[in-house]
């Protein structure tokens, strides 16, 4: 049987709670264990758990954007609700994208029809047909090389084909370059340049600005997604490039192609969709005081946005449009065994409570949860709720404790 907690008990006062990594472990104060604020845990048991949101919950929520443009709103109107206050202004120019999934130490890409070699010092020639079916650019002891591959009698082998420099790499006019990478064959746009990098080499795409956001479009956003949510997110995305690209500094690349950036997928990212998206609002950025606005976007915030300190158009308010119904992360529910929260925090002995220390505020429950408190046997540990919701792969921070229930 669940032990949930009580409609109307007042959430406990605010307290201090650790903003490091580690957790704090105190001895458990007399009778702790009987408070009305703490949810006994019975051996074996599971800790469940009632959120909201997905990600970090700053600017736009992406289904949120898709209730709003299914509610009628344009583009426009999406991004004017997410970032209030911003302006709308117009960029060009190339982006430079770092390539994650080439993590060798060469850059291999297959010959194609109008396949060129940019030779790292401002020259291009043709490479010839017939000769070969991949092309590399590889380090060696006396420098950087150009290389085919041969194979003869089943027997692979790479012979030197020119001296090139760093910075070397490859384009075939307009057609994509077909990068050979360990997890498989991907096309891009542009050129990919092999740069010297924090492990040796970095591959590197440098494609136009509008192409680049042809490719992350879709896969930050179904291309299934009404069609107004689409261009809103390649407004966010174009101008979070833009950004990046702005303080890029000393880097040989302006972004990254993963979620740590925003996620890019080359040519096969394309989608007619994001395509159509991309020329509705082409070159469109969001500008605040002349710069690029910063577009924090995230799957979900669960029904409020959350404010960043000192960023004026990044608000904490109140989201109508996240509860768009093919939302999963709107509301979600998770359980988590007992012995996971004592084997990850040792020091609290045999789980026997848990409670929320602080909230934010705002928001249903007081908000997004800033720690909270494991009691057991051993002694008790203050956690952040960052440091939890990192460990135990939480969508959100914004969660109640509905109860616990033994597992068998």
Known sequence: M??????????????????GDEAVVEQVPARERDRTDLVPVPQRAWVVL?????????????????????????WQQIL??????????????EMRV?????????????????????DGA????????????????????????????????????????????????FTAGGAPVVLVTPSGEVGYRGRLLSVPGSDGRD???????????????????????????????????????????????GRTYDVCDTTACQVYGGAAGETAAGSAAVSATAGTILTWQGAPALTMYSSSNGGRALGVDDIPYLVDQRDPY????????????????????????????????????SREGGGEWGGRVLGVRLVGTAGA??????????????????FTLVGARRRW
Not at 54 to 60: A, D, F, I, L, Y
Request: charged share 20%.
């Open 2 to 19: 669940a032990l949930a907690l009580l409609v109307g008990t007042p959430w406990p006062p605010a307290q201090a709670v650790p903003r």
């Open 50 to 74: 009632r959120g909201h949101g997905w990600g970090h919950g700053h600017g736009m929520s992406q289904y949120g954007a898709g209730g709003a443009a299914e509610a009628g709103l344009t």
């Open 80 to 93: 004017d609700f997410y970032y209030p206050g911003t302006d709308t202004g117009h960029a060009g120019g």
């Open 98 to 118: 770092l390539v994650t999934a080439d993590t060798t130490p060469d850059l291999v890409v297959r010959h194609q029809p109008g396949l060129m070699l940019l």
């Open 122 to 169: 401002g020259g291009a020639a043709a490479l010839p047909a017939g000769v070969t079916d991949q092309w590399r650019i590889t380090p060696t002891a006396t420098g950087t090389v150009l290389q085919r591959r041969t194979t003869k009698g089943g027997v692979v082998r790479w012979r030197r084909d020119r001296p090139v420099a760093a910075g070397a790499g």
């Open 203 to 249: 591959t590197v795409n440098v494609l136009g600005l509008e192409d680049y956001v042809r490719g992350v479009v879709t896969r930050e956003m179904p291309a299934s997604w009404p069609a107004q949510a689409i261009a809103a997110q390649a407004v966010a995305a174009r101008t979070y490039a833009v950004r990046s690209r702005a303080g890029a500094g």
């Open 322 to 357: 996240d509860g768009w119904a093919p939302n999963p992360n709107h509301t979600w529910m998770r359980r988590i065994a007992d012995d996971t929260l004592e084997a990850r925090w040792p020091a609290v002995g045999e789980l026997t409570g848990v409670r929320v220390l």
């Open 381 to 398: 540990v203050t956690v952040p709720a960052a440091e939890l919701k990192a460990a135990l792969g939480l969508k959100e921070r914004w």
